[in-house]
């Protein structure tokens, strides 16, 4: 082994590969809640008639009517609802989808669903743009540049795919037991919307084997032929979001910090496989699904760690990197050794040379000058043998790594742990053809490890015959779910014009008399104007005259700085429980003037946030203290 390990091997690959292209021209907005708020950010496209492609699942289980809200009161109307699309959708079904949006003449689609409804509404798009049959489309970049497809919003409701920002659609072709690829940069929508609450009503199995499709996204767009910075950092952030939540969701499927964590690592990296592709784990589960029908899901997770395996020593530093974001630790010990000598740690190297008896050596390093850490830098070059070796250690722990997670998502879930219990009731009779149709799979084209059929035999097999139990899910090994919505649950809380006026001039009558707060606000000299809506009034605090005044309704002065915003915000926002600077951004809160002075004021109003709940409940109102 010795000879193997050289020094151009420890220095891994160049930082850079020769050529990679990055580009992602979809507008993405998220935030638990969102759906609710999407006025803004749907506002560009105009007054529109839109298909909404669906399922029958979700027209039951909320998000399809939560939707439907969230577009009332915008210009685009939803004429159209197409809801019949199975799981791993078929050709059939894209043009039934694609013939009601042309029958019920819709120059826009919705898609709201998982990565079913997604890949059906962009083929359906493309369908009723172009017209022919739907086989005349199939293949890669068959459009020109130049084309244009209807305009498309993408709300994804599994955290899986990432197909939002995919320029990829997968659809079935049963009568052949395969899945065909249709990829057109047009596919790409113009808005995603990332809303973690409409993933809350997604089963725990689903959740489970969703959650690792995205998990098996991330890890083979870092370990590809295909790498290239940009999807190295977004596979690495996703690794991390997904495989420390993944458990939590399931668990606690109301635990909307890991539903979000679960959504944007979903999101992250959809981006970074469609910069660098997927390998060797997707080319056999595409197989097994059209073959076998196995849920696309479940069998990423099963055919994950042998892939892993199999790949590992072709990418070990890589794999080295996603076992340490999976969180084992490891030691660097040689390959960061100038960083061990820079940071004084020389004891080691001192430790080394006492080992070597060499008193003479050992004085010049404690002496600690730069020629001496460089000579110690030499000297544990040689020790390289001890950093592969760990790092292969760790890799190799990376394995065993996500084992356990199918193992914990077994218990918490049901999912299967092997190619039996996921469906395959024929004793693997149809081993050959699914190894035939994955060698035939563009995936593999990009696994590290050229693929040979009698290794995707082999690994088939290990993941069929694997004797996983599950294993049990220890309260440390969740993060600390929280439960409930994440938007805090305000909703309407003045029930009209008179009762805001009360409660919240009333507030600021308080804050004016205050010991603290009352001196501090007439200092400031500013005369600032809250405009609220839902429902509608207006208060103007204003500290320009010698004390300060709030005046309720019609105001004669210029203020200096007008905020608009709805009610419900006012209401949070005095609890201490809004973000003003992030409300701007999204514009839930709308400023003119100069708002950065009133910005300043913020500390200054800090004490405001304890006064609050406190008068309200002093005023008999503790139920819509948050
Ligand atoms: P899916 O869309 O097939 O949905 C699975 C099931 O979950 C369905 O029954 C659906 O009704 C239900 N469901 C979805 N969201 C729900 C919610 N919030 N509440 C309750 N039920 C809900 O599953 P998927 O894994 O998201 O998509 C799989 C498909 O996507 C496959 O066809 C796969 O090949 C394809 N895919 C596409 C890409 C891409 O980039 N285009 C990438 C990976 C996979």
Known sequence: MGELITNEILKGESMLPEYFEFSLPVKLVYGPGIIGNVKESVAKFGKKRALLVTDAVLAQAGP?????????????????????????????????CAARGKADKCDMIIA???????????VANLLMVKGGNIEDHMGAYLLDINDQLLPSIIIPTTAGTGSEVTKVAVIADPDNDVKLPFAEEQFLPQLAILDPEL????????????????????????VDKEWSPASDALALHAIKLISRNILGACANPQDIEARGAMLVGSFL??????????????????????????????????????????????RLDRFA????????????????????????????????????????????????????????????DHLAFVDQWIRRKAAEA????????????????????????????????????????????????YNPVEPRREDVVEIIKKAYNSTDKPLKVLEKDLKTAKKGKAADGVKNVFKNTEELYDVLAGFYELLKKDEELG???????????????????????????????????????KPEVTMTMDADFAHKFWHGKANLVSALTRRLVVAKGNVPKTLKLLPVLKPAYKLYPEYLREKGLSDIVM
């Open 398 to 445: 990376g394995v065993e790594k996500i084992r356990t997670l199918n193992r914990q998502l077994a218990f918490l879930t049901g999912t299967p742990l092997n190619l039996k219990d996921a469906g395959i009731t024929d004793g693997l009779a149809k081993l050959d053809q699914v190894a035939d149709t994955a060698m035939e799979d563009g995936s593999m084209l």
């Open 199 to 222: 993933t809350i009503s997604l089963p725990g199995k689903l959740t489970a084997a969703t959650g690792m499709d995205a998990l098996v996204h991330a890890i083979e767009a870092y």
């Open 269 to 314: 990296a959809g981006v970074a496989f469609s910069h660098s592709m997927v390998g060797m784990v997707h080319g056999i589960s595409h197989a097994l699904g059209g073959v076998y029908h196995i849920p696309h899901g479940i069998a990423n997770s099963l055919i994950l760690p042998e892939v892993m395996a199999h790949n590992l020593e072709s």
């Open 519 to 557: 001196p501090a606000l007439a200092k400031t000299g500013l005369c600032v104007q809250f405009v609220y809506k839902n429902p509608s009034a207006v208060i103007t605090v204003d500290a320009t005259g010698k004390g300060v005044e709030i005046i309720q309704g019609d105001f004669d002065g």
């Open 321 to 380: 990197d996603i076992a340490f974001t999976l969180g084992i630790s490891f030691p660097e010990v040689v390959s960061d050794s100038r960083s061990i000598i820079d940071t004084g740690k020389l004891d080691i190297v001192s430790k080394l040379v006492k080992k070597t008896e060499m008193k003479s050596l050992q004085d010049v390093v404690e002496s600690g000058s730069h020629a001496v850490r460089d000579f110690a830098l030499r000297q544990l």
């Open 112 to 122: 709201v669903g998982g990565g079913s409804v997604i890949d059906t509404a962009k």
């Open 64 to 96: 399809v009517e939560r939707v439907k809200d969230g577009f009332k009161g915008t210009d685009i109307s939803i004429v159209s609802v197409f809801d019949d699309v199975p799981p791993n959708s078929t050709l059939k079904t894209v043009q039934a």
